[in-house]
């Protein structure tokens, strides 16, 4: 092992009157005491990272059939420059977010409308913005190849043995492709608590990114090490929240930051490997753990402006475009108990090893219970959006598992006393909350694809009629999913998500978003969905021209009766559909003659 100086002081000229600790007497001081957790960047940390010569263009190339499923056509010629041009905006971005005292995070749809997206067509960036997620996971493999360092497993191996937790905390715009990365290579149970910059909104050097780690593992930032690979957000992010010790490993960027830091790491060391002797060496500590410090408030996510709707020059004797609802339109769900309990199983096991020991059967009646104030949550919302002409909010993945679940599960296993343990499992759900979300999504029922779906989309498809989902969502991302595995998202234009939109229907902002994305005229345009008061007022304040509802969803079959009985129909009100259909095969000839 090598204990190298901390770097050239060349990079880190220190301000006037400022007392830099040298680097023994730091090591000394904070490295000689057990941390009670590990705390670990993930690129330049556990992986070591290597460009592709051929990624940009590869990923230009997806861009290019992406667009073109909305209408929009690109040449990878034409593309490729557009990226490239957001790749550089983005790296001054970050430098800049570097300098800055608390910094957020980018959300994906900002990313890759206002970045990559900028120079293109407005159509163009919402269909971009629609598919932001699943865009950045696959830019983030697509530009880089990833390899474990050397050490990792020994010091995983190493900590596991010792009792200490290891987490991750890292700047990510994929936190989702790096939880992929760790799977890939065996590592996704290696770690308590994953804290990624794109799923909790803050971004390093915020010392909060750190702090909610510590106390997601139940301690504070005070008991844990902190190794990272970059001055200017590790080094001065782990300072700022006041580690016990800050490491760097050596990488890409460690000696090459793009301003003077004057803060100054303990230990500046080789590779990963060289940690392992400095652990072991490290002394057990035996003073009493302090409460967790209280948890700061983070910003939500900004919510996209209500956008104009274009003319189109489609052909006026077809549909401009075909907005369907997912849930009960496309697919049917059915509840499945051995799923549930699967997720709950998971999610049992994930508590556990973060210290916060439950059983299945705790988490399943937690999850029941959760459920539940989600329903009431929803209402809520949607009845006080309709009734003040305001937005109708979609909940968050950090409200929902903070605070709906949370509560449910304060009664669920005991760890240390019981503020402790409800602070720290809260700031485990909010790191964790968008890997949870997506996981639960899926386990909430198993959807079956509806008769005439496959074949209406196709039937779009050869008609030059572009196809949006327009779908009310905890995980946009499982929804995508399933149309992934269904073959079927190559037929969609656009995708609109209510989480990832930040409202969801009755709010019509969810129907105008499709509309611009595909550049569709409202009034050519067709929306169908299974909930009058959902779907239809969404459509009807977008001024979607024709309104179809289907039966066979969540509406029971009366209730449409009801909609469309001599007298309903004359008056197109909020809830009242232009059809109501027996399911999809009966809707082609209405839409597509």
């Known amino acids: 092992m090598t204990l190298t100086a901390p770097l050239p002081s060349s990079t880190r000229p220190p301000e006037p009157g400022l007392d830099v600790v040298p680097a023994a007497v730091a090591a000394a001081a904070g490295l000689s005491t057990r941390p009670d957790a590990l705390l670990l960047d993930f690129g330049g940390v556990v992986f070591e990272t290597s460009k592709r010569p051929d990624g940009m263009a590869t990923m230009a190339a997806h861009v290019a059939d992406v667009l073109a499923r909305g209408g929009q056509r690109f040449t990878v010629e034409e593309l ?5 041009g957001g790749q550089i905006a983005l790296k001054h971005w970050k430098h800049a977010q570097s300098r800055r005292l608390e910094p957020a995070e980018l959300d994906h749809r900002t990313i890759w409308r206002d970045f990559y997206g900028s120079p293109l067509p407005e159509a163009a960036r919402e269909i971009l913005a629609g598919s932001a997620g699943a865009l950045q996971q696959r830019l983030t493999a697509t530009l880089a190849e990833h390899a474990v360092r050397p050490g990792i497993p020994e010091l995983l191996d190493l900590a596991d043995a010792l009792g200490v937790p290891v987490g991750i905390v890292s700047n990510a715009h994929s936190g989702r492709a790096h939880r992929a990365l760790l799977a890939e290579h065996g590592l996704q149970d290696r770690f308590a608590v994953q804290v990624y910059s794109d799923e909790v909104g803050i971004r390093k050097p915020h010392p909060g990114i750190v702090e909610l780690a510590a ?5 504070t930032a005070a008991r844990c090490w902190y190794v990272g690979d970059t001055q200017d957000r590790d080094v001065v992010a782990g300072r700022r929240a006041h580690v016990a010790a800050v490491v760097l490993t050596r990488h890409t960027h460690t000696d090459d930051p793009p301003f003077p830091v004057r803060e100054v790491a303990d230990a500046v060391l080789p590779t990963p ?10 002394r057990p500590a035996v003073d009493p753990l302090p409460a967790p410090l209280p948890n700061p408030g983070t ?3 900004p919510t996209p402006e209500a956008a104009t709707t274009p003319g189109s020059a489609r052909d006026t004797a077809l549909p401009s475009a075909i907005l369907l609802d997912h849930g009960g339109v496309i697919a049917v769900s059915t509840p499945d108990d051995e799923v549930r309990r699967g997720f709950a199983e998971h999610l049992a096991q994930q508590l556990s090893r973060a210290g916060y020991p439950t059983s299945t059967d705790g988490v399943l009646r937690a999850l029941d219970e959760a459920r539940a104030r989600h329903r009431a949550w929803k209402h809520a919302h949607e009845t006080s959006g309709r009734s003040l002409g305001s937005p109708v909010p979609e909940i968050d993945a950090a409200t929902f598992w903070v605070e709906l679940v949370a509560p449910c599960l304060d009664d669920v296993g005991t760890v240390r006393s019981d503020d402790v343990r409800r602070a720290g499992l809260r700031d485990w759900l909010r790191a964790e909350c968008h890997d949870l979300m997506v996981r639960y999504a899926r386990s909430k029922s198993v959807p079956t694809l509806r008769p005439g ?22 995980c946009g991302r499982a929804v995508r999913d399933e149309l992934v595995a269904e ?20 709010d019509p902002a969810t129907a105008r978003t499709a509309l611009v994305a595909l550049e569709a005229d409202p009034a050519r345009a067709w929306f169908v969905g299974d909930k009058p008061g959902r779907d239809v007022p969404a459509a009807r304040g977008a001024e979607v021209g024709t309104v179809v509802l289907v039966r066979g969803g969540s509406t029971p079959d009366a209730e449409l009766d009801a909609l469309v009985a001599p007298g309903s129909a004359a008056a197109r009100g909020r809830t009242t559909p232009d059809h109501v259909v027996d399911g999809i095969t009966e809707l082609l000839p209405l839409i597509l003659p």
Do not use: C, F, I, W
């Not at 106390?215 to 301690?219: D, F, I, N, Q, S």
């Not at 940690?275 to 490290?282: E, N, S």
């Not at 969609?492 to 930040?502: K, P, T, W």
């Open 453 to 474: 779906v496959r074949e209406l989309l196709a039937r779009a498809r050869a008609a030059g009629v572009p196809v949006a989902v327009v779908s009310n969502t905890v």
């Open 487 to 506: 073959g079927l998202d190559e037929l969609v234009g656009a995708h609109v998500y209510s989480d990832e939109l930040g409202v969801r229907k009755p």
């Open 299 to 301: 910003s939500p996510d």
């Open 273 to 282: 490997a060289d940690l392992v002797p400095l652990l072991r060496a490290a």
């Open 80 to 84: 490729l420059p557009v990226l490239q």
């Open 215 to 219: 106390r997601a593992l139940g301690t």
